[in-house]
C-alpha cells in the first residue's frame, strides 16, 4: 500500500524540474506550457487507465491465472461467498474515536503536505533566492527522499510487526508519531537559515518533506487495521475532509507572507505548520487503536443501536486483506 502511494511522488519529481525548464523555455509564453503538458499527461493517464482497468480480476484479459486465482481466492468470504451485502454502520464509524484520530492525523499531514507542496518554488525563490531553473530541480530533492522513506518505512513497519517488536498499535502510534514531530522540528529549524546558508536549508527542507513519509505506516493504512470491511469508505472520509486544507493552506500561507516574502513571515508560516503536526501527533497518539473495531465484524449493524444502512460488497478479512495487498505490491501490480 506505501509503495503504491508512493508513485505520487515520482510524478511530483518529475514535475518539479521539467515546471522549471517549460516556464523559461516552453511554448504559448512560457508558464501556460506547464498546464498543457501537465493535463496533457494526465489525460493520457486517464485513457489508459480506463483501457486497461477491468471490473473485476475474472473479466482482466492481462493478468496470469495465477494471479487471478490468488485474488479471488484473497476476496473469498470463509463461507465461499464471492459476494454479499452487509451494512455500513454509519453512526458508529462517526462515533468511533480511533476513526477521529485517523481523520485528524490525515487532516493535520495534509496541511503540511500542501503547505510545501505548493509554497516551496515560492521560498527556494523568494528566501534562498535560487534562479528559476535551480529552482525546479531544488524542489524536486525531498520528494526524491520522500520516496525512499515511504518505501522503507513500510518495510520497517511490516518488519517490527511480523518480528511481533511491536504491536500493531504501538507501530501506527510510533511511525506517525515520527513522521510529524521530526518534521515539525525541521520545519522550526528552517525558519531560522537564510539565503547564505543554502546548503543548510536544502538540507532542513529535504528532511522535513521526507521524513513525513513514515506516516504512510501509521494512520494511512490504519483503515484496514480498525475496520477492514470498510476500508474504502474510512479512506474516503477522511481524505475528503484533509483534501479541503490543498486550497485552505496555501490561501493562509498567502496572508502570512503578503507583505514581502521576508524570512520573518515564513517563520510563522513554518511554526502554523509544526504547531498542526504537533497536534495531529498528539491527538492521534492518545486516541488511535490497531484494533479491529466491534462495529466493523461480522455483524456491524448490531453493535450500536439503530444505525443508517448502506449496501456494500465485502471485501476480504484483516489478514488476507494484507496479505493481498503485499503480494500485489511485489508483483508490481494496481489492479482492482
Known sequence: MTFTYAGAQVGIVLTFPLSG??????FAGGWPSIFYVTGGVSLLWSILWMVMVSEDPRSHPRISEVERDYIIGSLETKEEVEEKDIHVPWLSILLSLPVWAI?????TSDWGAYTLLTNIPTYINEVLKFDITSNGLV?????IAFWLVINLGGWAADF?????????SITRKVFNTFGKVVPAVM???????DCSQPAVA???LILAVSLTGTQYSGFLVNHVDIAPKFAGILFGLSNSLAAVTGFISPVVVGVITEKGQTRA???IVFYVAAAIYFFGAVFYAIFSSGELQS???ADPNQSRGVELKTSVPAPADHGEHEHMLSSMKHNGTAEA
Open 21 to 26: 525548464l517549460l516556464c523559461k523555455y516552453g
Open 103 to 107: 481523520v485528524v492525523a490525515n487532516i
Open 139 to 143: 524542489s524536486a530533492l525531498p520528494y
Open 160 to 168: 517490527c510487526r511480523n518480528k511481533q517488536l511491536l504491536s500493531t
Open 187 to 193: 520545519l522550526i529549524s528552517l525558519g531560522y537559515v
Open 202 to 204: 536544502i538540507v532542513l
Open 265 to 267: 513571515e515564513w517563520q
Open 295 to 297: 462495529w466493523a465484524q
